[in-house]
């Protein structure tokens, strides 16, 4: 059962709307920094590495324990306007989900989406570990789904790079284990730049 419930909160059939969002991968594409499948396999490994395996991954682990004090912190290391409207939509979304699903909804002000994710895994019983892999997985997945459409990609080569990208994800999950609070953090201005730059992009299939 506890499988079960993981494996429906990390689905893209989710109902929370992380399919309109890119994370800032749609931007790299208008700028030409992502050309190709090579070049989109690069970008979301380094948003993985640098990004969020050093934001995401260790504070999830913590919001499972106490949400309040980690879910304001991970609002002010949201570099741009978009990239905190993600995350504050998306969080929205599933906490107003919850009650249908027998969780009550996280009673915090402005829940972000790994706040409400961590609150959700900590109810059903999952492990804080098994929890955080398969948030990865997800992020991974959606942000290769953006891919396909936004390069444009094969179906093969999505699987491909989903492929080399789910072989570090119990390495990020080790080092996020591992982080103390005080390294906790990412630094990444060229997605900071680029998301910025999303905000006036004159076309856009995406939301971020």
């Not at 979301?44 to 969020?52: K, Q």
């Not at 993600?86 to 989406?113: C, D, H, K």
């Not at 997945?141 to 444009?152: G, R």
């Not at 080569?157 to 990208?165: V, Y």
Request: negative net charge.
């Amino acid at each position: 059962m506890k499988l079960a419930r993981l494996l429906q909160l990390a689905s893209p059939a989710l109902p929370v709307g992380g399919y309109s969002y890119s994370g800032g991968l749609e931007s790299s594409i208008e700028a030409g920094v992502v050309k190709d499948a090579t070049g989109a396999a690069h970008w979301i490994g380094d948003v993985l590495a640098f990004s969020i395996g050093r934001l995401d991954a260790p504070m999830l682990l913590r919001m499972m324990r106490s949400a309040e004090p980690w879910n304001a912190q991970f609002l002010a290391g949201r570099e741009t306007a978009e990239l905190r409207a993600e995350t504050v939509q998306m969080g929205y979304s599933l906490n107003r989900l919850l009650p249908e699903l027998g969780v009550p909804a996280l009673e915090i002000e402005e829940p972000t989406f790994p706040a409400v994710y961590a609150h959700a895994a900590a109810a059903w019983g999952i492990a804080p570990r098994e929890a955080l892999v398969a948030y990865l997985w997800s992020w991974a997945e959606n942000q290769v789904m953006a891919a396909l459409k936004a390069v444009p990609l094969g179906q093969t080569d999505g699987q491909k790079i989903l492929l080399a990208i789910g072989e570090r994800l119990e390495q990020v999950a080790d080092e996020a284990q591992a982080m103390a609070d005080e390294d906790i953090g990412s630094f990444v201005p060229a997605l900071a730049i680029l998301s910025s730059r999303h905000e006036t992009q004159y076309s856009r299939l995406f939301r971020s």
